[in-house]
């Protein structure tokens, strides 16, 4: 039976770590509301493409536009099972939203599964809800996630970390071990 889950996602967050647990999710038969502030349901917020170009950090361009399929402003955590957070830009400034860090503190205090990659984990810190946890995040944001009480976990770019129903991963390249394991979390089975 398919979940229903949250995304917060916001402009300039990164493309692929949007696009791909959407449409991963939903084909697995998970339901996916993705909204942002502000936003309603058939708007778009822009995303970038960040790489991994042999520089000191990433590289960014434009991304596509991800239409939105919900509301923000009728978003009821309780009527959800999970919480996927996308990295990229919006996190940054989705943290300095009340409303947004009490979703992801609902989700913590219900202990529900919340999957977050990359900057995502700048709004896990935010939210206060990471202490004591292991906490994979984009190399750059390691210092957040440890002045917020978490243990950094230091990975490979393409793995993921699960401490009890968290799921962290640094960056896109995780996609499949980071799904792997929040589909675990979720209780989703699939049979080939």
Known sequence: MGKKILMLAGDYAEDYETMVPFQALTMVGHTVHAVCPDKKAGDFVMTAVHDFEGGQTYSEKPGHRFTLNATFADVKPEAY???????????????????????????????????????????????????????????????EVELAGASYAEIAIDQAVTDGKLVTAPAWPAHPAWLAQFLVVLGTKIEA
């Open 81 to 143: 099972d999970a919480l996927l957070i996308p990295g990229g830009r919006a996190p940054e400034y989705l943290r300095m939203n009340k409303q947004v860090i009490a979703i992801v503190q609902h989700f913590s205090r219900e202990n529900k599964p919340i999957a977050a990659v990359c900057h995502g984990a700048q709004l896990l810190a935010a939210a206060g809800v990471i202490r004591g946890k292991r906490v994979s995040a984009y190399p750059a944001c390691a210092a």
